[in-house]
């Protein structure tokens, strides 16, 4: 596997807290990408980074903010979290965004909002 | 925008039966991409294909790209136990810098 650690693994938290999600990776990949994962859904991606403090939305960011200060993580950050936002959360990295790029996931993080 | 449809979206066999699972892409694809979940787990890369018509095996696992590049096929010859878990296809998503768009994935059950 590759070297890809999210923390914390299980969170619950009440409806209207900030919550932060970290991934740290010692790959020295440089795109680092967040998902979620719901039933019926597949993964959906929410942000994205191609650098060091270059970071872009996906398919599902609203409600979602990034950063990142450092190549080895990536911050997710849930301003005030929503019960709708219960899910389980995927950090991958890659090398590359061309033809020929895999990804490589971290263990998820599994979030409940109550 | 972009859908990556599979089906089926479920599929529970008895061990040693073949399974296959679909991916349709609504636009063309420079590539398609195979992730396999194990429960608990988390999506594992598989294989890539590019070329139009390409076929790909891996042991008993065989992958096909279709020849409009829009589809895509895995199929698993006699299944094992060891073979459960959700399959998703991904490719390319022109909507966001050509990140991956992910279809819904297919659980696939196996009774022994």
């Known amino acids: 596997d590759a070297g890809i650690t999210q923390s914390p693994r299980h969170k619950v938290t009440e409806t209207g807290t900030p919550v932060t999600l970290r991934c740290h990776q010692t790959?020295?990949?440089?795109?680092m990408y967040w998902y979620r994962q719901d039933p019926g859904h597949g993964l959906r991606l929410i942000h994205y980074?191609?650098?060091?403090?270059?970071?872009d939305k996906g398919e599902v960011s609203d409600g979602y903010s990034v950063s990142r200060s450092k190549t080895e993580d990536f911050l997710l950050t849930l301003e005030s979290a929503t019960s709708s936002q219960t899910s389980v959360y995927f950090c991958?990295?890659?090398?590359?965004?061309?033809?020929?790029?895999?990804?490589?996931f971290g263990p998820g993080t599994r979030l409940t909002v109550t | 925008g972009q859908q990556v449809m599979q089906i089926p979206q479920y599929q529970h066999v008895q061990e040693g039966e073949d399974f296959t699972t679909y991916c349709n892409s609504s636009t063309t694809l420079s590539n398609i991409q195979w992730y396999k979940q194990r429960p608990g787990g988390h999506p594992v890369f598989l294989i890539q294909l590019v070329k139009s018509g390409e076929v790909k095996k891996q042991k008993r696992l065989t992958f096909q790209f279709g020849e409009a590049k829009k589809n895509s096929s895995l199929h698993i010859t006699a299944t094992q136990t060891t073979d459960v878990g959700t399959y998703f296809c991904?490719?390319?998503?022109?909507?966001?810098?050509?990140?991956?768009?992910f279809g819904a994935g297919t659980i696939l059950r196996v009774k022994s």
């Open positions: 980074s191609y650098g060091v403090k270059d970071t």
């Open positions: 991958a990295i890659s090398e590359s965004t061309r033809n020929g790029y895999e990804q490589y």
């Open positions: 991904a490719g390319p998503g022109v909507e966001y810098g050509n990140k991956l768009v």
């Open positions: 790959e020295n990949h440089r795109y």
